[in-house]
Antibody
Framework: EVQLVESGGGLVQPEGSLRLSCAAS????????MSWVRQAPGKELEWVAN????????YYVDSVKGRFFISRDNARNSLYLQMYNLRGEDTAVYYC???????????????????WGQGTLVTVSS | AIQMTQSPSSLSASVGDRVTITCRAS??????LDWYQQKPGKAPKLLIY???SLQSGVPSRFSGSGSGTDFTLTISSLQPEDFATYYC?????????FGQGTKVEIK
C-alpha cells in the first residue's frame, strides 16, 4: 500500500527555519518525481515545489524561491522541504504528493499527483 | 504564471443531480489539466488527469472534458459522498497552478 507521511511541522517565529520530511512506503521513491503542495487555513491549494527522481531538476513557485529548498534521499525513501526566512503567509498545511506519469499526444511525459500524505501544519507566528 | 479560474465558487445541489464545474486557463494549456476532490480536514484526491482520463478506482459518474483554455468536470448523478471542494490544476508549465476551488454543498 502506498503511504506518504509528513512530519516536522510546528510553530515557528517569523524569519525562522523548519525542515519538513515525507516518508514514503509501499513504492520505490527512485521511480517518481515528488511534489510539495500547501494550503493556508481556509484557502485554496498552492503547488510549492517538485523534484526529479535523481534530484537533478527542481522547480519552485516564485513566492518561495531562494527561501525553500526541496531535496530527497532515495536510499531512505524520503522527501524533504527545508524552509528558511519563514513568513506569516507561509502558514499552511504542507502535503507531499507522488507524481505518476502519463503521456501526452506527442509521447512526452506528463505528471499527475496520484498519492498524497495527510499533511503537516506549519504555523509562523510570534 | 497561468491563472486558473473556476466557476462557480460554490453550488448547492441535491443527491441525484447532474453537476458541472468549469475551469478556465489564462492561456492555452492543451489538455494538461487534472481535477482533485478534497473533503474537510483531508488530503486532496485525484479524480481526473489529462483533462479526461479517469483515475483508477474513481467512480464512472465523474468525467472530465475540454482542451485549450476551457475545461469541465461533470458528476452525472451526485452522491452523498461527493459533497466536497473540487480543484483543477494545470501541469502545462511551471509553476503549476490550482484553481480557487468549487465547494459543492447539500441543497
Amino acid at each position: 500500500e502506498v503511504q506518504l507521511v509528513e512530519s516536522g511541522g510546528g510553530l515557528v517565529q517569523p524569519e525562522g527555519s523548519l525542515r519538513l520530511s515525507c516518508a514514503a512506503s509501499g513504492f520505490s521513491l527512485t521511480r517518481y518525481w515528488m511534489s510539495w503542495v500547501r494550503q493556508a487555513p481556509g484557502k485554496e491549494l498552492e503547488w510549492v515545489a517538485n523534484i526529479r527522481q535523481d534530484g537533478s531538476e527542481k522547480y519552485y513557485v516564485d513566492s518561495v524561491k531562494g527561501r525553500f529548498f526541496i531535496s530527497r534521499d532515495n536510499a531512505r525513501n524520503s522527501l524533504y522541504l527545508q524552509m528558511y526566512n519563514l513568513r506569516g503567509e507561509d502558514t499552511a498545511v504542507y502535503y507531499c504528493a507522488r507524481e505518476d506519469t502519463h503521456y501526452d499526444s506527442s509521447g512526452a511525459n506528463k505528471y499527475h499527483l496520484d498519492y498524497w500524505g495527510q499533511g503537516t501544519l506549519v504555523t509562523v507566528s510570534s | 504564471a497561468i491563472q486558473m479560474t473556476q466557476s462557480p465558487s460554490s453550488l448547492s445541489a441535491s443527491v441525484g443531480d447532474r453537476v458541472t464545474i468549469t475551469c478556465r486557463a489564462s492561456q492555452a494549456i492543451r489538455n494538461d489539466l487534472d481535477w482533485y476532490q478534497q473533503k474537510p480536514g483531508k488530503a486532496p484526491k485525484l479524480l481526473i488527469y489529462a483533462a479526461s482520463s479517469l483515475q483508477s478506482g474513481v467512480p464512472s459518474r465523474f468525467s472530465g472534458s475540454g482542451s485549450g483554455t476551457d475545461f469541465t468536470l461533470t458528476i452525472s448523478s451526485l452522491q452523498p459522498e461527493d459533497f466536497a471542494t473540487y480543484y483543477c490544476l494545470q501541469d502545462y508549465n511551471y509553476p503549476r497552478t490550482f484553481g480557487q476551488g468549487t465547494k459543492v454543498e447539500i441543497k
